[in-house]
T-cell receptor, first 113, second 111 residues
Framework: SAVISQKPSRDICQRGTSLTIQCQVD?????MFWYRQQPGQSLTLIAT?????????ESGFVIDKFPISRPNLTFSTLTVSNMSPEDSSIYLC??????????FGQGTRLTVV | KQEVTQIPAALSVPEGENLVLNCSFT??????LQWFRQDPGKGLTSLLL?????REQTSGRLNASLDKSSGRSTLYIAASQPGDSATYLC??????????FGKGTKLSVKP
């Protein structure tokens, strides 16, 4: 299993600013994933982050808006840049599903005003 | 493009009832299928994982089945309890590790 700590758990931000979300895992993992859950919607994969390489973004998500860092095998950050109210969502990180189950952090509830 | 649908969107039952949650997916070429539980402020908890070669998995009062050919999975909860109240998510997994989620079924079990 894996224990994932995600910070902050929630935040209220002004439009036009940026927020960086941190995800710390208690063991080394190859792949980390960032998801977004908009109100009333299902989780959508934003990008996959592998250590030592650029993140791979899903259709509809771009690096300028959601830059991701993966400096080592236990840590990753997702930045939500130049925020607008449409970015209000829950953001979750997840680790390598070959563990074998997918493990998720508790999520970051972001409200943009 | 894979799409995952869950029915019903919400369900309210009295304590002790057995219930079934449904999940369907459009592309049968899946790597695995997982059922998650989502509690407010607590992220997601994986309940059951079914590999593409398997037909079902059981854990305690939970049983999940998978029929790849028909693109369906069911989660059976026996003798429901108020503590089972949560949103249940179905997700299909691809070979790259990505998960595609349904919108979930919000379950409420009344004492």
């Amino acid at each position: 299993s894996a224990v994932i700590s995600q910070k902050p758990s929630r935040d209220i931000c002004q439009r036009g600013t940026s927020l960086t979300i941190q995800c710390q895992v208690d063991s080394q993992v190859t792949m980390m994933f960032w998801y977004r859950q908009q109100p009333g919607q299902s989780l959508t994969l934003i990008a996959t982050a592998n250590q030592g390489s650029e993140a791979t973004y899903e259709s509809g998500f771009v690096i300028d808006k959601f830059p991701i860092s993966r400096p080592n095998l236990t840590f990753s950050t997702l930045t939500v840049s130049n925020m607008s109210p449409e970015d209000s969502s829950i953001y979750l990180c997840s680790v390598d599903p070959t563990l074998p189950r997918a493990f998720f952090g508790q999520g970051t509830r972001l409200t943009v005003v | 493009k894979q799409e995952v649908t869950q029915i019903p969107a919400a369900l309210s039952v009295p304590e002790g009832e057995n219930l079934v949650l449904n999940c369907s997916f459009t592309d049968s070429a899946i790597y695995n299928l997982q059922w998650f539980r989502q509690d407010p402020g607590k992220g997601l908890t994986s309940l059951l994982l079914i590999q593409s070669s398997q037909r079902e998995q059981t854990s305690g009062r939970l049983n999940a089945s998978l029929d790849k050919s028909s693109g369906r999975s069911t989660l059976y909860i026996a003798a429901s309890q108020p503590g089972d109240s949560a949103t249940y998510l179905c997700a299909v997994g691809g070979s790259q590790g990505n998960l595609i989620f349904g919108k979930g079924t919000k379950l409420s079990v009344k004492p």
